[in-house]
């Protein structure tokens, strides 16, 4: 399902003394199948555009389309549960939406609300936990009995459950081990490959936007800094640095081999592979002296 | 969502209301309370609706913004009017259908109790609107510290009553975020069948209270690890000072208290 943003803009609490700017002039296309990756620091507005894609916000200027379904402020819009059922957002600390007696009814009750069936549901959850790597004698323990991490992957598990054609991610690892954190990751890159999904990962890990997404956004005191492919964007790393941005170790590697050497290498790296390749050409051919 | 809530909400301005100092203020608003009582007619509830319409003003809080936040007040009030429309008979017989007569005094009472409910609420709301909850609690425990001769836990209560007016946004904050994950699950707040909101409010309620006790945990230890063994000994950073502010202010009351006297009936 293609989503795009048309010039949106997003004001909280409009027509009061706390009226707050939060997004302006954001335009920005999902086409179906892309991993994108929006990054900024906190309040650049990325937490406001991901709840403009499954209309849990409405802008107020300018218009959202989801699939055939177009969101602006004009009217009241009636069904937006449709929208809901095939956008699936897995918020930040998701592990504080849990709610039910046991992992299962937890992770079976997003899909039930979207008018699946209960032996369906029940199916589905059974998939879901195994998809976030635990196993199924947790799905009749209590939410509230698990850890921290097993929490969020329960969590995680019920999004999952829904099977939503687009998946938004806020920050899934954040308070994460580092191992936790990888795995999950990958999880969600493996998930998007097999299903063919669009996902949408709003993050602070320069190292994971560079890592799984096709197209990265960079948002800015509420705008579009910049847009294009991991290597676009990371041609010329020095705009971001100046925004205070981290850049992947990668690129920040091959500035400084570049800068130490004097010479540009052929293309801007984003693996650790390609440097090396890249590397070693440089020294086959003879330079640096 | 819960965007235009007003309780326990400071609107930080500059006028002679955040000026005052709170302990006069909190006087100021008690002294309002007994005080509206003492209006029993059409003149002297005007003067009240009067005066506090130029406290409203003085404030330089928006109007629309408290009438915004106000509107699921105005719901009670209206309530309380239909109440009184129906129930009271006294006075001539002003409109009579079937089983339903409506009383002359009973439009008259419940004008008048309407009107003073929405005042006592509207200068209660100005009070917090225009005090931080730090500076409230303040005001609140010096007030009542006569009362520690009697051994009244005046340092225990103000502290509770800090906790719970610093967390009010907290939870607003949380109940909005919750309410948000919940319908991207497919659950809907507004709109739907009664039967689906009543059930809606489950799934909301049981984070928001795992997250309260959670919370209420951390804050203990986080009191604790920082040396606090309750007010013994305690300075203050913040001194309240009284100025020519709160003595006018009480002055004007002390006058419409007068003038109410006068016009009453």
């Known amino acids: 399902m293609d989503i795009s943003l048309q010039q949106v803009e997003y004001r909280y609490q409009a027509n009061s003394p706390f009226e707050r700017l939060a997004i302006q002039n954001v335009s920005i296309d999902i086409p179906s199948g892309t991993y994108l990756a929006i990054i900024g620091h906190t309040g650049s507005g990325k937490s406001t555009i991901l709840q403009h894609l499954n209309a849990i916000l409405r802008p107020t200027e300018g218009k959202v389309v989801i699939g055939d379904r177009e969101v602006t402020n004009a009217k009241k819009q009636k069904n937006l549960k449709e929208i809901r059922k095939r956008v699936g957002i897995v918020f930040q600390f998701p592990e504080h939406q849990l709610f039910e007696e046991t992992v299962e009814k937890d992770i079976c009750f997003g899909p039930m609300n979207f008018g699946v069936s209960e032996a369906d549901a029940k199916v589905r959850a059974r998939r879901a936990i195994k998809q976030v790597g635990l196993s199924e004698d947790i799905l009749q323990k209590s939410p509230f009995d698990l850890s921290g991490g097993q929490m969020r992957r329960v969590a995680i598990a019920g999004v999952l459950a829904m099977e939503p054609d687009v998946i938004v991610l806020d920050e899934p690892t954040a308070g994460l081990d580092p191992r936790g954190r990888k795995e999950i990751m990958d999880m969600f890159y493996q998930l998007h490959k097999e299903r063919n999904l669009s996902t949408v990962l709003v993050t602070h890990s320069m190292e994971d936007a560079s890592q799984y997404a096709d197209q990265i956004v960079i948002m800015h005191q509420g705008q579009v800094y910049k847009k294009g492919t991991p290597r676009e964007i990371f041609y010329s790393p020095e705009g971001l640095i100046e925004l205070g941005l981290d850049v992947p170790e990668v690129v920040r590697f091959q500035q400084k081999i570049e800068e130490t050497f004097g010479t540009k290498l052929a293309k801007t790296c984003i693996t650790l592979d390609e440097l090396t390749d890249e590397i070693e ?5 003879g330079e640096p002296k | ?23 006069s203020k909190i006087i100021l608003v008690f002294l309002f309370v007994c005080v509206v009582f003492i209006a029993n007619n059409a003149i002297t509830y005007g003067l009240l609706a009067i005066y506090t319409f130029l406290m409203v003003l003085s404030s330089k809080v928006p109007i629309r913004f408290i009438l915004g936040g106000l509107r699921i007040v105005l719901w009670l009030v209206l309530f309380t009017l239909v109440l009184h429309l129906f129930f009271t008979k006294e006075g001539e017989v002003l409109f009579h259908w079937g089983a339903i007569s409506i009383y002359e005094g009973g439009l008259k009472q419940g004008i008048f109790i309407s009107v003073r409910f929405f005042l006592l609420i509207l ?15 303040d005001g609140i425990e ?124």
Request: proline residues 6%.
């Open chain 1, 281 to 285: 050409q440089l020294f086959k051919r």
């Open chain 2, 1 to 23: 969502m819960m965007e235009k809530m007003i309780f326990g909400r400071y609107i930080p301005a500059v006028s002679p209301m955040h000026r005052m100092d709170p302990r």
């Open chain 2, 123 to 137: 200068m209660t709301s100005l009070l917090t609107l225009t005090t931080t909850p730090i500076e409230i609690t």
């Open chain 2, 142 to 265: 010096v007030l009542l510290n006569p009362l520690k001769k009697i051994k009244f836990p005046v340092h225990e209560l103000a502290l509770m009553m800090s906790i719970s007016l610093r967390f009010i946004p907290t939870l607003m904050e949380e109940t909005d975020k919750i309410m948000k994950a919940q319908t991207a699950r497919g659950v809907e707040f507004s709109g739907g069948p009664i039967k689906d909101r009543v059930k809606a409010i489950i799934p909301l309620l049981i984070p928001l209270f795992i997250g309260s006790f959670k919370r209420a945990e951390e804050l203990a230890t986080a009191m604790e690890a920082r040396g606090y063994r309750g007010g013994e000994g305690r300075t203050k950073y913040r001194q309240l000072r009284w100025s020519l502010v709160d003595t006018v202010m009480l002055l004007i009351l002390a006058v419409v208290t007068a003038a109410l006297v006068l016009f009453r009936s």
